[in-house]
């Protein structure tokens, strides 16, 4: 069946670093990908997403682009600041909507 | 900015308890969902529900659960014998459509611990 895989957390960056948390995922056809975060206290939200292969999705400063090749949606951030600090989840749909996730991956950004 | 509610935020119970976990679905919202994460695994779907019934279902959601929207408002989950191995984190979920994830607003979860 369908799955995803995310990198095992928590990751841990100083304010102003640079961002990867790694997504690869599989699925058969072609599946839709998002990235959601969480932060604490809160629901799940969604960050971004990206519908078909080479599809760039962007919010907030994070990237995500979807590798048909490679199976991938890999969550980037040039510059991560404190407020970024949260749980980010990766994402596909297949049909309507239910969503299938990942894991989870924790950032903790500090000062 | 229109949220989903869900009560309590945490909930402890004993094993072979019943236990219903609430959620207030956006107020136009027609479509419903419940997913879950046990700690340390992947977030997982276990039902969508569509004008008074059960759209989808995953193969956790089994005869031990039950969905319900009561009063037009809320959408409660219900475990009727509480196993251990049902400690996890319930999230609700609502949108206005049954197609596009854009607009799927879930809620901040409640944290269940079967004792």
């Known amino acids: 069946g369908d799955s995803v895989t995310q990198m095992e957390g928590p990751v841990t960056l100083s304010e102003e670093a640079f961002l990867t948390i790694n997504c690869t995922y599989t699925?058969?056809?072609?599946?839709?990908l998002f990235w959601y975060v969480q932060y604490p206290g809160e629901g799940l939200q969604l960050l971004l997403k990206?519908?078909?292969?080479?599809d760039k999705g962007s919010n907030k400063g994070f990237e995500a682009t979807y590798r048909k090749e490679t199976t991938s949606f890999h969550l980037e951030k040039g510059s991560v600041q404190v407020s970024d600090s949260a749980v980010y989840f990766c994402?596909?749909?297949?049909?309507?909507?239910?969503?299938?996730f990942g894991k989870g991956t924790m950032l903790l950004v500090s000062p | 900015e229109p949220e989903v509610t869900q009560t309590p935020s945490h909930q402890v119970t004993q094993m072979g308890q019943e236990v219903i976990l609430r959620c207030v679905p956006i107020s136009n919202h027609l479509y419903f969902y419940w997913y879950r994460q046990i700690l340390g695994q992947k977030v997982e779907f276990l039902v969508s529900?569509?004008?008074?019934?059960?759209?989808?279902k995953s193969e956790i959601f089994d005869d031990q659960f039950s969905v319900e929207r009561p009063d037009g408002s809320n959408f409660t989950l219900k475990i009727r014998s509480t196993k251990l191995e049902d400690s996890a984190m319930y999230f609700c979920?609502?949108?206005?459509?049954?197609?596009?994830?854009?607009?799927?607003?879930f809620g901040s979860g409640t944290q269940l611990s079967v004792l």
């Open positions: 529900f569509y004008n008074n019934e059960i759209s989808e």
């Open positions: 979920a609502s949108t206005a459509t049954g197609t596009g994830v854009e607009k799927l607003f």
């Open positions: 699925a058969t056809g072609y599946p839709s």
């Open positions: 994402a596909l749909l297949k049909g309507y909507s239910t969503l299938t």
């Open positions: 990206a519908t078909k292969a080479d």
